[in-house]
């Protein structure tokens, strides 16, 4: 565990000590939970990017091609009349 000094404006602090205290737990760990999410949002983010500059507009419309021509089934799961 490594201890991290931060400022925050004093509204945001009363409110995710507020949050903390209803969630039943400690400040800290609001604060580690909600970096975890911001990082793993920035991490998938990040993947994302890297697969769509692997694509191609041609492999695309191969796999594309291969699908049947077919109605798109209803909600029930019937193909409509």
Known sequence: MSTLSIRLPHSLHKN????????????????????????ASLAALEYLEQRAARGS????????????DVEAAGPDGRTPA
């Open 16 to 39: 995710a000590r507020l949050f903390a205290q209803q969630e039943g737990i400690s400040l800290d760990q609001l604060i580690s939970t909600a970096l975890a999410e911001k990082l």
């Open 57 to 68: 507009r041609s492999s695309f419309d191969a796999a594309l091609a291969t699908v049947p």
